[in-house]
């Protein structure tokens, strides 16, 4: 019996061979990763990880539960190949191992800067361990830190540079920081809660080049002329889906693997799941590809449903969190087609909700140091309920009520 192999040992491809236990599967069970390190969890890597320079990273599970769970774990091995005809992934020293289904959970791969400089010493970014170790390493003698992009996990790790007594400076392209993945009223009060802590925000600001001092970074020059002194550079502009794999197998991929709803590729005995999947999205009536670890887990639980035959579409509600500094942001449902947004909270409280609506229907919520909120506005928009502008008025209580 071949089994089931699963490429990519991450937030997704480490669960799918407890939930494949845990539904009664009982073949070989395959996961395989480029990484040496027992699977481990990634959101620390820019938050407590990079700030505690005791920290260690939290490992998912002991290396015996996967033993327990009979899951046979390749570390430290990249996959080079998938061979569809022959069912069968390879590796760099020519090794086979077959499958009877395959999972791909390769997730995605920090974009990299293309100006000039991009390739001095003092240039970082996050990803994995290895990344987080050597960026805490080097911070450490670090006076002047520049973090290019305002997204996600380059401005988690910048409210730590600032906490650590570094001078810091974002620089974003896009008008506002969070561009995409909040509502300008949050992006707004970000920003403005990063003022206070005194990191420079430069929105809709380009960069010409990296200037260096014997080929180490020490400067950032913008398109307006002016420079910002850097003795260390994070780069947070976004990521790709590492998708090579699929692609030279001959798999649909356009942003990620295309999925259908079930998750299955464009060969049935493949799946693709979390980062590098982009899957028809059941509420947003569109396709998208997520980061985050709920939808890397999430996917994982359903394609070990789908394994064992119990064939639904996958319909889970997004969500998705980030600490920036003293905030907990917390993201519910998908706004993509939002024409009305309503906040909670008077202006100015430092903590509040906005409400994202199409029409008369509920799309999604973003928090900001309100996770009560967050939590009942996962429920409501799993269930389908939109509750009116009296309903968000009335506060918390009612929104509870109406879950019923
Ligand atoms: P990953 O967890 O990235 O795992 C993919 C694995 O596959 C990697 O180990 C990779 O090396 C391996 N791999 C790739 N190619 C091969 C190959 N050819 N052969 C073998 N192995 C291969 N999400 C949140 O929800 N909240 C957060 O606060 C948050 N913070 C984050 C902070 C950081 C610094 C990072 C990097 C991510 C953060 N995320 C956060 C995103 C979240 O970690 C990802 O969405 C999640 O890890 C995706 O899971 P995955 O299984 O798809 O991929």
Redesign the pocket.
Known sequence: QRGVVI????????QIGFSLRQDGYDGPIHL????PDL?YH??????AYLKDASQDVQILRAEKAYADARIELALG????AIDRQARAIRFADGATLSYDRLVI????T?RKLTIAGHDLAGLHS???RAD?AHLREAMQTAGDIVVIGGG??GL?AAATFAALGKRVTVIELAPFILGRAVSPVVAAHVDAEYRKLGIRVLTATGIERLEDDAGKVKAVRLTDGTTVLADLVLVGIG?VP?DA?ARDAGLACDNGIVVDEMLATTDPAIFA?????NFPHAHAGRRVR???????SDQ?KHVARTIMGKLEPYRETPW????QGHMKLQMAGLSFGADRHVRSGALGEPAFSVYHYAGDRLLAVDSVNRPGDHMVARRLIAAGISPSDTDLAEGPDRLKSLIG
């Open positions: 490429i990519g040992a991450g937030h997704g491809g480490s395989v990763s480029d990484e699977p990634k959101p620390p890597l820019s938050k091995r990249k996959v080079e959970a390769t997730g995605a920090n996050i990803r994995t987080a996600f996990i988690e990521a590492n794999l799941i979390g980062d590098v999947a997520l980061e985050s670890v709920q939808n890397a994982a998705f969190w980030s600490d």
